[in-house]
């Protein structure tokens, strides 16, 4: 079965160190000691990993490339590059903060992207600028994602769902579906596995509480054809998300060494965990990709 690695291109080796130029307040890295050191690996060994990694038999056939803020790498079309003479499918993650978004999505094009998944938390500037701590971010990015629609590259929209946005999920799908002219898909991603929810308690919520804005977005999606995803929700919120789970059990994460040599590593499950969750019949499935990359032993009661 073909799976995805994550590659962080500006990632220190103990797993705090990303290099970005917002400062979002739920970024775990951001907000742990010693994240301003900037260790990132050569271009050179990103080819020699790429290429490790085409003749491992992994059966990857899609790589992501992601940070901190990959883009902030003068040769981050280089690494683009090089991913796809390996890979057939690359992805970047990236904030799409750019002031001269038109040249470089035509380079990244060039290059040879074939996805790109950009981060807007909001339907509205003071909403997505509230998380991301940048003005101008809102604005920038909306360009962004509207060049690389135009260039027919397929699009993803990361919304972290938070206490602060929650109740505007079915406003941001109105607002995709206001911008969509090719295939868009949006997903709304929980706070509790994204961030450090135990840093800054102000932005966890109690997701049961909210089942009517999840309905609503699911709702609106459908009558408006944007593609949504969740991630992390949990079926009885609403039992349509059953359908509507991201999965994914088939990613793995890149990791530097400082030998010549790379690992994979499973994506880092969640840690919180609510108690009746213990009990769900739904747990297997809720979200599948849980059990199949953990164990039971990573459902934690709290």
Same mark, same amino acid.
């Given at each position: 079965?073909?799976r995805a690695v994550a590659m962080?291109?500006?990632?220190?080796?103990?797993g705090l160190d990303r290099t970005?130029?917002?400062?979002?307040?739920?970024? @775990? !890295?951001?907000?742990? %000691?010693?994240?301003?050191?900037? *260790? =990132?690996? $050569?271009?050179?060994?990103? #080819?020699?990993?790429?290429?490790?990694?085409?003749?491992?038999?992994?059966?990857?056939?899609?790589?992501?490339?992601?940070?901190?803020?990959?883009?902030?790498?003068?040769?981050?079309?280089?690494?683009?590059?090089?991913?796809?003479?390996?890979?057939?499918?690359?992805?970047?993650?990236?904030?799409?903060?750019?002031?001269?978004?038109?040249?470089?999505?035509?380079?990244?094009?060039?290059?040879?992207?074939?996805?790109?998944?950009?981060?807007?938390?909001?339907?509205?500037?003071?909403?997505?600028?509230?998380?991301?701590?940048?003005?101008?971010?809102?604005?920038?990015?909306?360009?962004?994602?509207?060049?690389? @629609? !135009?260039?027919?590259? %397929?699009?993803?929209?990361?919304? *972290? =769902?938070? $206490?602060?946005?929650?109740? #505007?999920?079915?406003?941001?799908?109105?607002?995709?579906?206001?911008?969509?002219?090719?295939?868009?898909?949006?997903?709304?991603?929980?706070?509790?596995?994204?961030?450090?929810?135990?840093?800054?308690?102000?932005?966890?919520?109690?997701?049961?509480?909210?089942?009517?804005?999840?309905?609503?977005?699911?709702?609106?999606?459908?009558?408006?054809?944007?593609?949504?995803?969740?991630?992390?929700?949990?079926?009885?919120?609403?039992?349509?998300?059953?359908?509507?789970?991201?999965?994914?059990?088939?990613?793995?994460?890149?990791?530097?060494?400082?030998?010549?040599?790379?690992?994979?590593?499973?994506?880092?499950?969640?840690?919180?965990?609510?108690?009746?969750?213990?009990?769900?019949?739904?747990?297997?499935?809720?979200?599948?990709?849980?059990?199949?990359?953990?164990?039971?032993?990573?459902?934690?009661?709290?």
């Amino acid at each position: 079965m073909a799976r995805a690695v994550a590659m962080h291109v500006n990632k220190h080796i103990d797993g705090l160190d990303r290099t970005c130029d917002h400062k979002c307040v739920f970024c @775990l !890295e951001r907000i742990e %000691p010693d994240c301003g050191a900037v *260790v =990132v690996p $050569s271009c050179e060994k990103i #080819r020699d990993a790429l290429a490790t990694l085409a003749k491992s038999n992994c059966n990857v056939n899609k790589i992501y490339i992601a940070g901190g803020e990959p883009t902030l790498r003068n040769d981050i079309y280089d690494i683009v590059r090089l991913a796809k003479m390996h890979f057939p499918e690359v992805c970047l993650n990236t904030h799409g903060d750019f002031s001269d978004s038109a040249t470089r999505v035509s380079a990244l094009v060039e290059a040879g992207l074939t996805e790109v998944c950009l981060s807007l938390h909001g339907d509205v500037a003071s909403i997505h600028e509230w998380h991301t701590r940048t003005k101008g971010s809102y604005s920038r990015t909306l360009t962004t994602m509207m060049d690389f @629609l !135009e260039s027919g590259i %397929p699009v993803r929209v990361n919304y *972290v =769902v938070t $206490s602060q946005n929650i109740d #505007r999920l079915g406003r941001m799908v109105a607002k995709i579906s206001r911008m969509r002219r090719r295939p868009c898909v949006l997903c709304f991603m929980h706070y509790l596995n994204h961030g450090a929810a135990f840093y800054e308690p102000i932005l966890g919520f109690n997701v049961d509480r909210h089942g009517k804005d999840v309905s609503e977005a699911i709702a609106t999606a459908q009558d408006s054809r944007v593609v949504v995803h969740f991630r992390d929700f949990p079926f009885c919120v609403d039992n349509r998300i059953r359908s509507l789970n991201e999965t994914v059990d088939l990613v793995s994460v890149l990791v530097w060494r400082d030998a010549d040599l790379v690992a994979l590593v499973p994506e880092r499950p969640p840690v919180v965990w609510k108690s009746k969750c213990i009990e769900c019949d739904d747990r297997p499935l809720c979200p599948g990709y849980l059990k199949a990359n953990y164990g039971e032993d990573k459902f934690v009661d709290v």
